[in-house]
């Protein structure tokens, strides 16, 4: 068995998951793994390199670090922003360490976050897109964070979906992007990550641009313009 999968069922986590901020919870093979990203995101060679991202610690882990690597743009296609997976016991989008990376990323000059949502944000019933946490924490900036939320209109998704491109994704500026390879399950997180190969990138931008975004369903815009 696999050793991570081996610790989350069996092991001293048995009732949660690794959590990807506390080494005292990593197995070997995690502690390889989120070391090995880490040197790979912080090359300056910037070569082409391609790896798996397919447990669900591994998303938290590169979901924050993308924050933290980010110099001006970052666009954001998921599901619904989930805030946490109740099965593994593990915070994605309303964990502190990805709030905080956010917070840092969108102080910096001309930084902009664009998010689309396939389905409705997570949220609490009855509550607006600014109350979730990491929309939140953006608004609480001052001044506030250029942030945008949108939701995919369903033609953008019957369209991606006939061309077996409905897959949820993160991209960093032109150089890096984090694409699920199957995004029709919530508990399905196995990606595909890539570095430095900036002609896919920025046809993964050009995609999230004129098919998701602009063609989306306004949620949320911070600043108003």
């Known amino acids: 068995m696999n050793d991570e999968l081996g610790f989350y069922e069996n092991g001293p986590l048995a009732t949660g998951a690794i959590d990807p901020f506390d080494k005292t919870t990593w197995t070997d093979d995690s502690r390889t793994y989120f070391e090995n990203v880490d040197e790979m995101l912080m090359s300056k060679s910037r070569e082409l390199l391609v790896f ?3 447990r669900p610690w591994h998303a938290v882990y590169l979901i924050a670090k993308f ?3 980010a110099t001006s743009q970052i666009r954001i296609f998921s599901g619904s922003l989930t805030r946490k997976l109740d099965d593994f016991h593990l915070e ?3 964990n502190p360490r990805v ?3 956010a917070r840092c990323f969108l102080q910096k000059p001309n930084a902009q976050l664009s998010v689309v949502v396939q389905n409705d944000i997570d949220v609490d019933e009855g509550q607006e897109a600014e109350n979730h946490p ?3 924490a953006a608004l609480a900036l001052e001044p506030k964070g250029g942030i945008r939320v949108r939701k995919a209109s369903q033609a953008s998704l019957n369209m991606l979906e006939q ?3 409905l897959r949820h994704m993160m991209i960093v500026d032109k150089f890096a992007w984090r694409m699920e390879q199957d995004s ?5 997180v196995k990606a595909d990550v890539g570095i430095g190969d900036r002609s896919f990138t920025k046809k993964l931008c050009r995609l999230f641009d004129e098919v998701l975004f602009e063609k989306g369903i306004n949620l949320l815009q911070a600043p108003v313009v």
């Open 92 to 94: 994605v989008y309303g």
């Open 134 to 136: 990491l929309v939140s």
């Open 99 to 101: 709030i905080e990376a």
């Open 163 to 165: 061309h077996r491109m």
């Open 52 to 54: 798996s991202n397919d």
């Open 184 to 188: 029709t399950t919530l508990l399905s």
């Open 67 to 69: 924050f933290e690597i």
